[in-house]
């Protein structure tokens, strides 16, 4: 079989993560601060990377907790805040890790659509006034994972109105934020309303997964309470690691590997565009302007279960619909187009469209090509 | 007040960690596998290491788990063993953060004698006719913390005979165990029968803490379940640091830095025995073979939080003893001696012998010296 081509993992390209400026980074933070970074830390974090986080944000420190990647956070953030039975907002589609956690936990997970612009405000509207009291709402406002799409301004704020007056807390779930190649970026919704929302954010997509460094922003009180839970799991998270990042951050190297992740971002998502256009006409979807992921939509009657089976016998992974939601999404799947080179992306579409043209009936085509 | 000199922490000076050989370390593995310390890993840990602490113990490699730190380590464990309510025997006195860990998960912690050969085993069987089920028994084997003392061989034996015949599993928690430096070690628990022990360890005493890398030990049932919910916290653990730790344990340099530790450690505890034995004749204590912890217990009328107090007006730290026990051992007391120089230790011990002076009704010494 040919070689697998992955549409599957949300992972960039090691082409694209900048492994000199990490050993670079990693020599001078050993060199400048070795008790730092291999003592036991804080449970807040190593130090700096924190305040640096904070000026970021500008936020003073205590808002601030650095974990071993942002899923440690989102854990703690759950932990401290969403008893079994409580209910959770989250987006139609969402994450299917986020899915997972909450359900574990044993959350009323609620499921609110998400358009183009971002989660359809006037059916949480709708949910809300038939009597849900959502704890948390979460949302992935940038280059939304699974489905690419990003909040409006304009949403942002009623998101907010309906939280302040519903009094239910804001997860905005933002790792994707600084990977925008188009258009032009909304504020967060922790700089709006600071007291109702909380940030988390991360430096796998940035700097690179493997690192494992992401971070809370939150009112004081509760960056405290989740200060605790850290502790009494880990005692500190990873001091080695942050002050890496603290050294890749301050030096300018994050800047430069954000200038290359866009770039490589932006043309493989053109391709992936020309490509599925040209290749699967039948295929319904946004170009996206920033983040990882294509979310495509397929004729109502499409199977995508048999789809998946068939792209994989030709050689080529994608993540069904389904996975991203608690019913539904059978005509969709997403596309991750961070981890594949344009080279790979021709390849891949052109297979999936043959998988497809088996799927629904079409004449079949030689597998092999 | 003079420099604040603290037998409390158990954590290693600066002076005693291979900062060059971490910097060699963290190069050597950007460069070797940069594929594999910048992306997502596996739950299991990056696979390298988790292939050379196999090799150490003489297992299957589906038998290992890296975690983030052994205090992960044990919490997964806790969390896939341990129930509300659910019996688990522990040493007294133990480890404050094991103790909080159990008792936050609503476990019904039995604390059982530790003697100056370890647990007391004809305790721990009377413990067990008079009815207790207990799921898991927490076991320090060597130089445990907070007490110093070693498991020995006999009572070994004797712990695995009780729990087969009464179906609990013997959790090992053996971050000390390459600290020796007199003495002759006994078997690993884990060694002696593979099917009935948990094991875990850590590299932060013989790399450094704030590398935060530890692991377990246990059957492969056990461990697939652990992987999964290692994946739900943080999907893999950190694998620039475990991929650092992989270098540094092949190139020889972790080798190296025990005998570094080890070293130092003997000079260290041996002065500590040396100025007690001087300056507070009242103290009663085990000269430790290992390890960073010495025990002290004095006469039964002290009162050890009085002598806390006028410890800290002088510029010295300790642990209580009763942090250590759900009651009692308040005429007890914690010595660390990894962190501090030996003349840290002289200095220190001195300040101690006036506090004690104080507080057991001697004539009042000048606390500035």
Redesign the interface.
Known sequence: MAKMISFA?G?PS?DI?D?DG??AA??AA??KD????????SGVGYVPLRDWIAEQHGVPAERVLVT??S??AD?FLFDALVGRGDTVVVERPTYD?TL??LR?RGADVRMVELEHDGLDVLALERVLKAGAQPKLAHIIPNFQNPAGYTLSLAKRERLLELAREHDFTVFEDDPYVDLRFAGEPAPTMVSLDPERVVYASSF?KTV?????VGYLVAPAELIARIQKLAV??????????E??VNEFCRSGALARSIETVKAALAERARTLCECLERELPDARFVAPQGGYFLWVDLPRSTDVGALFEAAATRGVQFVKGSDFMLDGGEASLRLAYAGVTEAEIEEGVGRLAEAYQEIAGGVPVNAAR
């Open positions: 993992r992972a090691l993560i492994v990490l050993r990693a020599d050993f060199q070795p008790g730092g970074l291999t003592a036991y830390g071993n990647g899923m440690q854990a890790r997972l956690s574990s796998s690179c997964p493997g690192i494992r009494g799991a880990y005692i500190s998270p990873n001091m080695v690691a002050g890496i």
